[in-house]
Nanobody
């Protein structure tokens, strides 16, 4: 079984950048398709980005495309979400997750393991 421990996040002004980290323990992160989701107060958890472990392909929600980048560092067993040009509407708790399946990676139900979540707050 794998565990994901998140770090990063915090408070940033609009237009700023942050990097979230998701470190895996127990199993190598390269064995999972990885995703990032976020959840704002009163809203459902929504897809942000995902990365397929076999070919390294990535996919992004339209709302973050061109501003966020998901990447994987196999040597450090960590997945990152680099966030740039942040907007107040990006404010949410962000979660990383790992999936064994390649199907439905834009939906939370596809994922088997989740990080603990980290708060990102973007001030205007």
């Amino acid at each position: 079984q794998v565990q994901f421990v998140q770090s990063g996040g915090g408070l940033v002004q609009a237009g700023g950048s942050l990097r979230l980290s998701c470190a895996a323990s127990g199993r190598t992160v390269s064995r999972y398709n990885m995703g990032w989701f976020r959840q704002a107060p009163g809203k459902e958890r929504e897809f942000v980005a995902c990365l397929r472990w076999t070919i390294g392909s990535t996919y992004y929600a339209d709302s973050v495309k061109g501003r966020f980048t998901i990447s994987r560092d196999n040597a450090n067993n960590t997945v990152y979400l680099q966030m740039s040009t942040l907007k107040p509407e990006d404010t949410a708790v962000y979660y990383c997750a790992g999936a064994s399946t390649i199907l439905g990676l834009t939906t939370p139900k596809a994922y088997d393991y989740w990080g603990q979540g980290t708060q990102v707050t973007v001030s205007s």
